[in-house]
């Protein structure tokens, strides 16, 4: 692969297991962000994980020697919540997430029921509490006619030692009980999710490089969207994993800090 020897105007970071994994920085992640920072480059910082808004990756990654405001994060949950408020404004709404999600989307004017007739659509994202009586609700809903769609479809999430079933068990089972595949996926890969990067940092997409741990999101929304592409190997992507897939980076990093262009590794 080739070695990295320039800088970006713009630099999107995937979070979990590209900058940090758990509650701990990953190797080089602080240096590159704050390098490049100095440098004049725009950052952001990116996640499909709906469990936690925008202020919390911020408050996250400043408690772990990042400082980063609100507005540098995006993830899956503001990403819905924007794109159905273009969609359907104040729609009805039945959500399979979280409590930040079900937060979020009545922030921006959302009504959420569980009554079936009164649902325009079901939400299926990351969600630990899923359970028959939610399946029940979407089942019926979607019967009735509304629309499916969701925050993401990742089919885990990194965790130190192993992973979490992440929106596409929510998918999976909607999916398997109604027949109806998802319409709308509005996180990575999606270019609903790059429309909202490259309005954040006002730039075009060859102006920017996109750094991530997985091929089939990060990597293949970079590529498909025109920027730059780096994986980097501490989260899902191995090298055995990298070496079988069609989806090729233009570069691979062993750490974050690889990014940095000549002496400014040092």
Avoid at 178 to 192: L, N, Q, R
Avoid at 232 to 253: F, K, M, N, R, W
Wanted: negative net charge.
């Amino acid at each position: 692969m080739a070695i990295i020897d320039r800088t970006f105007s713009g630099y999107v970071f995937d979070l979990d297991g590209t900058v940090y994994l758990g509650d701990a920085l990953l190797p080089g992640a602080k240096h590159a962000v704050e390098t490049l920072r100095a440098l004049g480059s725009r950052v952001v910082f990116l996640s499909n994980k709906p469990l936690e808004t925008r202020a919390d990756y911020a408050a996250k990654l400043t408690r772990l020697g990042i400082p980063t405001s609100p507005d540098e994060v995006i993830n899956s949950s503001w990403v819905m919540a924007r794109w159905l408020a273009r969609e359907a404004p104040g729609a009805a709404l039945f959500v399979i997430g979280e409590q930040p999600l079900l937060d979020e989307l009545r922030e921006a004017g959302f009504r959420l029921t569980e009554e079936p007739e009164e649902i325009a659509f079901v939400v299926a994202s990351f969600d630990r509490t899923f359970e028959y009586h939610k399946l029940q609700v979407a089942f019926d809903a979607i019967r009735a006619g509304a629309r499916f769609v969701a925050t993401n479809a990742d089919r885990y999430c990194p965790i130190p030692g192993g992973g979490l079933p992440d929106a596409a068990a929510a998918i999976g089972a909607i999916e398997g009980c109604t027949g109806v595949k998802v319409e709308v996926v509005v996180g990575k890969p999606s270019p609903i999710t790059v429309r909202a990067i490259l309005e954040r940092l006002q730039l075009p997409a060859s102006d920017c490089i996109i750094i991530g741990d997985r091929l089939e999101t990060d990597v293949f929304m970079g590529l498909e969207a025109g920027m730059a592409t780096a994986v980097v190997l501490t989260g899902v992507t191995t090298p055995e994993l990298l070496a079988a897939s069609e989806i090729q980076p233009d570069y691979v990093l062993s750490r974050l800090d690889e990014l940095l262009p000549g002496l400014e590794q040092a």
